[in-house]
Nanobody, 118 residues
């Protein structure tokens, strides 16, 4: 069982930046592929960015060049640096952990709200 706790959300003006963090515990962080997903009030949950256990990254087209995903395996932390934020980035952001081989081991955090508004 992996416990995931997100932090770092908040209210920011368009063009601003935020850094989301996800603290993982309860399992060997190094064998999990990690990701950030988001869900707006009228939307389905969508992928934002993922980073594999071997640090291969993948981004949604809408965030390429603005967001950067990273992980600190030693401290079991996942990060999402978000720059040049737009109102359409407003959503609840969720941290996800998926075991790199046992795909049924899939865990979610409780989410953190990001609101981009002037």
């Amino acid at each position: 069982q992996v416990q995931l706790v997100e932090s770092g959300g908040g209210l920011v003006q368009p063009g601003g930046s935020l850094r989301l963090s996800c603290a993982a515990s309860g399992a060997d962080f190094s064998v999990y592929n990690m990701g950030w997903y988001r869900q707006g009030p009228e939307d389905l949950r969508e992928l934002v960015a993922t980073i594999s256990s071997s640090n291969v990254t993948n981004y949604a087209d809408s965030v390429i060049g603005r967001f950067t995903i990273s992980r600190d395996t030693w401290n079991s932390m996942l990060y999402l640096q978000m720059n040049s934020l737009k109102p359409e980035d407003t959503a609840v952001y969720y941290c996800n952990a998926e075991h790199r081989t046992l795909r049924a081991l899939d865990f979610w955090g409780q989410g953190t709200q990001v609101t981009v508004s002037s």
